[in-house]
């Protein structure tokens, strides 16, 4: 406090504040005064609402002068923002860049099935054998636990990632995050919390590691890939107790969804199906499906062999399974309408992307052992 009030008492052209740290300096100093700011700027106001902070808010806009400018920047428009902007604003003009759409059309969205313990072997399957090894792709998990487990699990098979979560030392964050921002490692695994400020520019991938509870995260998290006329894709991993969250989701984006055809449709109807996926896929609805069950199985004792031999993973993996029981307690709950739903929705069979894999007849045990050898 002392050594920024000092900053603050030398009249700096430019502030960047917390509202609660600026609201602190403003309460404990009499003649502090922001009449003179010509210019305030609201950036990721959507969170800083979502995070509670309107009232602090509208405290500040209070103790700013008349003829300031007042600039909100948004990845959504949420009712509570629209609100503030009304209040604490005079003759507004609104700039939006989704008229379209509320993501991009250059946006691939892949959503892939599974249970909770298949997410370690589906996530290194996927970054071995589908994503470019000129591809930087940004991993969203739920907690730093998950963080830490995933940095030591991909080191041991010999990935670098970089690493970002929220109470991370500030000196180790810079290197990571540079690190990434440089091409020295293509993976930044990180928490919607400290992935809030981090601009990376050409991002490839965003991985849902852990599906979003919220449709507005899911928009925040995939809107930093396929910009500025590049493509890109949106991985997310969604478990029986997500489902409801990814019907919500489409809700919110007004896209259509639908299950992967069944293997038994598949092998009866081969180019059938891959005709009906790939004009799905044209048309941006969204299909859900299945990893091969013989790749999950296999990398999965991969996996457990890591960690058996590992003391460090094994106590992180105990660690995780505590702070995802404890996430899971604390996030919002789908829409009721949606956990209706799903218990109407069909079984979903292989996901698309694998079907080619299928038709072509590698999904055999001598295939995937060879897969496997790459994980040894």
């Given at each position: 406090?002392?050594?920024?009030?000092?900053?603050?008492?030398?009249?700096?052209?430019?502030?960047?504040?917390?509202?609660?740290?600026?609201?602190?300096?403003?309460?404990?100093?009499?003649?502090?005064?922001?009449?003179?700011?010509?210019?305030?700027?609201?950036?990721?106001?959507?969170?800083?609402?979502?995070m509670g902070f309107a009232e602090q808010l509208h405290k500040i806009l209070a103790q700013?002068?008349?003829?300031?400018?007042?600039?909100?920047?948004?990845?959504?428009?949420?009712?509570?923002?629209?609100?503030?902007?009304?209040?604490?604003?005079?003759?507004?003009?609104?700039?939006r860049l989704d008229l379209e759409t509320k993501i991009s059309p250059d946006l691939k969205l892949a959503f892939f099935t599974m249970r909770q313990e298949e997410k370690y072997p589906a996530l290194l399957y996927l970054v071995r054998e589908h994503i470019g090894s000129d591809e930087q792709s940004l991993i969203f998990v739920s907690t730093k636990h998950h963080v830490e487990f995933l940095n030591v699990l991909f080191r041991q098979e010999g990935i670098e990632p970089s690493v970002c979560y929220g109470d991370?030392?500030?000196?180790?964050?810079?290197?990571?995050?540079?690190?990434?921002?440089?091409?020295?490692?293509m993976l930044l695994i990180v928490t919607d919390v400290a992935a809030r400020g981090i601009d990376i520019p050409l991002l490839d991938n965003v991985i849902n590691w852990d599906f979003p509870p919220k449709p507005k995260i899911f928009v925040h998290r995939v809107g930093r890939v396929a910009r500025a006329g590049r493509t890109g894709t949106a991985y997310s991993f969604v478990t029986p107790e997500d489902m409801a969250y990814l019907l919500d989701l489409h809700l919110f984006l007004s896209k259509p969804i639908k299950p992967a055809p069944t293997e038994e449709e598949f092998l009866r109807d081969i180019d059938g199906v891959l005709s009906r996926c790939d004009q799905a896929m044209a048309n941006r609805e969204t299909i859900y499906g299945r990893f091969p069950q013989k790749v999950i199985d296999l990398v999965s004792d991969r996996?457990?062999?890591?960690?058996?031999?590992?003391?460090?993973?094994?106590?992180?993996?105990?660690?995780?399974?505590?702070?995802?029981?404890?996430?899971?307690?604390?996030k919002p709950l789908p829409a009721k309408e949606s956990i209706r739903r799903v218990k109407d929705l069909p079984r979903e069979g292989l996901h698309p992307m694998f079907m080619k894999v299928l038709e072509t007849g590698e999904l055999t045990a001598l295939a995937f052992s060879e897969h496997l050898k790459k994980f040894r």
């Open positions: 406090m002392e050594s920024q009030f000092e900053e603050l008492s030398q009249s700096p052209d430019i502030i960047i504040a917390t509202p609660g740290r600026l609201m602190h300096h403003l309460s404990e100093v009499d003649d502090m005064s922001l009449r003179s700011v010509e210019y305030v700027v609201f950036d990721e106001a959507d969170c800083l609402f979502g700013l002068g008349e003829n300031r400018q007042t600039l909100l920047f948004s990845a959504t428009l949420p009712s509570a923002l629209a609100e503030f902007a009304k209040a604490g604003l005079r003759d507004p003009q609104l700039v991370m030392d500030q000196d180790a964050r810079k290197i990571h995050v540079s690190k990434f921002r440089s091409r020295k490692t996996v457990r062999e890591v960690i058996d031999t590992s003391a460090e993973l094994e106590l992180l993996q105990r660690t995780c399974k505590n702070a995802f029981r404890l996430y899971s307690k604390t």
